[in-house]
C-alpha cells in the first residue's frame, strides 16, 4: 500500500498540474460540483459530453457523480478557490482510492497465505504488483478511473467474504 501511495505522489510531483490525460476535464467536473448546487442533467440530443456555453471545451458532466462529489465537497469544505487547488484535491483523492484498493487487495491475499492457499495468495500478490506501475500512474492525475477501480476492488472483496471458496477465486480470474 506504501508503494501505490508513493507512486501516486511520485507522478503527482511529476507530472504538472493539467496535464494529467483528460485531466482538465475531470477537474472542471469537481469545479461544477463545487460551485454550483444541482447535478448536470443530459442534453436533448444525449450527449454525454457537455459544452460550456460559447466554448468548444468538453467535460464530464453527464458521467455518474460518485468520482466527482469528495473531491468536490473536500474543496468546498476547504474553501479552495484556485483551479490548481481543484488539481490536487482531485489528485489526492485518486491516491487515497488507489491505496484503498492496494489495501483491500493486500488483505485478501494475506488472508489466502495459509498453506492451502498458497499458490492463490501468490497469483493475486503477483497480479498486485504487476499492475502497481499502471495504478501509481492513475493515482497521480484527477480522473475517475480510480473510483472505478476501487468500488470493483470493494465488490470483489464482498464476494471473497461472501463465498471464500472456489466461487471467490473464479471471480479474481475473472
Known sequence: MALAV????????????????????HVDTILHGTTSNDLPIITQDGDRFFRY????????LALPPLPYLPPAIAARLF?????????????AWSILCIAAAVGMTSTIAAELARPSRRRQAALWAVTVLAFMPKMGEIAGYTNSD??????????????????????????YAV
Request: hydrophobic share 50%; net charge negative.
Open 6 to 25: 508513493a507512486l501516486g505522489i511520485f507522478w503527482s510531483l511529476v507530472l504538472p498540474f493539467g496535464w494529467g490525460d483528460d485531466e482538465r476535464q
Open 53 to 60: 456555453p460559447g466554448e468548444a471545451a468538453f467535460t464530464y
Open 79 to 91: 474553501n479552495l478557490t484556485s483551479y490548481d487547488a481543484f488539481i490536487a484535491v482531485g489528485r
Open 146 to 171: 480510480s473510483t472505478s477501480i476501487v468500488a470493483a476492488v470493494f465488490v470483489l472483496s464482498l464476494i471473497h467474504i461472501s463465498a471464500p471458496t472456489r466461487l471467490g477465486m473464479i471471480s
